[in-house]
Each structure stands twice: as structure tokens, then as C-alpha cells.
């Protein structure tokens, strides 16, 4: 059983980066397709970026994020890490790591069947 958490995040002044890393449990972090998806108050979740399996596996970034964001993959603590950067106010929201259901392409939130509890970015100006 695939397991996620997220650690990270918290505060930031505008222009500023932070890491957000997702922790899983239950398989190698390679074997899986990783996405991260954030949802603000009052709006839907959206996709931010993903990770598909694989050796290297290949990476893919919304097109509000894709100058800003990258990512890292940490085979000691099998684990993915989210690094924003430039960060701008309407990046305030809760961001989420997730597992993908087999076969999909993990491009669309209902691609994710397993989701981590969520870490909090609040971006000041």
C-alpha cells in the first residue's frame, strides 16, 4: 500500500523559493508516477507538475509554474522534492503530492488515486 506525506512549505515573501518534499511509502519512488497539485480557497485543484516512472523518467510542469518549479528525486529517502522558486502571491495554496492509478498518464487530477495530507504555502507580498 502506497503511502505519501509532505513536509516543507510555510511562509514566504514574494520573489523568495522553498522545497516541498513528498515522502512515499510502499513502493520505490521510481515505480511510480508522482504529481503535485495545489488548491487555493475556493478553487478547484490543479495540476502543478509530475513525474513519471521510470530510471530517469520524464518531467512535466503546468504552464503557470514551468519557469518557476523544479524537481528532485531523493533515492536514500525515496522521496520527491518540489522547488519553487519566484514565488508570487497567487501561488498561496495548500500543495499536494499524489500517487497515479496505473495507466494513466498523471496529467489530470483524476489520473490520482492516493494523496498525501497537503502543505500549506503562504506567499506575502
Known amino acids: 500500500q502506497v503511502q505519501l506525506a509532505e513536509s516543507g512549505g510555510g511562509l514566504v515573501h514574494a520573489g523568495g523559493g522553498l522545497i516541498i518534499s513528498c515522502v512515499v511509502s510502499?513502493?520505490?519512488?521510481?515505480?511510480?508516477?508522482i504529481g503535485w497539485f495545489r488548491q487555493a480557497p475556493g478553487k478547484e485543484r490543479e495540476f502543478v507538475a509530475a513525474?513519471?516512472?521510470?530510471?530517469?523518467?520524464?518531467?512535466y510542469y503546468s504552464d503557470s509554474v514551468k519557469d518557476r518549479c523544479s524537481q528532485s528525486r531523493d533515492y536514500a529517502k525515496n522521496s520527491l522534492q518540489l522547488h519553487a522558486m519566484q514565488l508570487r502571491t497567487e501561488d498561496t495554496a495548500t500543495y499536494y503530492c499524489?500517487?497515479?492509478?496505473?495507466?494513466?498518464?498523471?496529467?489530470?487530477?483524476?489520473?490520482?488515486?492516493?494523496w498525501g495530507q497537503g502543505a500549506q504555502v503562504t506567499v506575502s507580498s
Open positions: 513525474w513519471t516512472a521510470g530510471v530517469r523518467g520524464s518531467t
Open positions: 499524489a500517487s497515479s492509478k496505473q495507466g494513466r498518464n498523471g496529467l489530470n487530477v483524476n489520473d490520482y488515486d492516493i
Open positions: 510502499g513502493r520505490p519512488v521510481n515505480q511510480l508516477i
